[in-house]
């Protein structure tokens, strides 16, 4: 059974920081893709930021320059590093596994990001 465990969400002053983490079981983790998405309620979810098992990365426009995503194989970890935060990053963010093999999609619980102005 494959798990996603996200934590480091919080409330943050704008134009601090906060890193996410992602941890997954149940999964040949070191081929699959990982992304973390947010969503605000009432929108659609969104793509903030996505990595390949090969370590291919893209980014929304509106984070790109400012978040970094990252994965530790060894710790079946991926990490999302938020800088010069905004009020509009504000959301609840979601982490998504897509397993290469299976072709299957899995999410994680979300972790609230709150940016205060």
């Known amino acids: 059974q494959v798990q996603l465990v996200e934590s480091g969400g919080g409330l943050v002053q704008a134009g601090g920081s906060l890193r996410l983490s992602c941890t997954v079981s149940?999964?040949?983790?070191?081929?699959?893709?990982v992304a973390w998405y947010r969503q605000v309620s009432g929108n659609q979810r969104e793509l903030v930021a996505r990595?390949?098992?090969?370590?291919?990365?893209n980014y929304a426009e509106s984070v790109e320059g400012r978040f970094t995503i990252s994965r530790d194989n060894a710790k079946n970890t991926v990490y999302l590093q938020m800088n010069s935060l905004k009020s509009e990053d504000t959301a609840v963010y979601y982490c998504?596994?897509?397993?290469?093999?299976?072709?299957?999609?899995?999410w994680g619980q979300g972790t609230q990001v709150t940016v205060s102005s």
């Open positions: 998504n596994l897509v397993q290469v093999v299976y072709g299957s999609a899995h």
């Open positions: 149940g999964s040949i983790f070191s081929i699959d893709t």
């Open positions: 990595i390949t098992g090969g370590g291919t990365t």
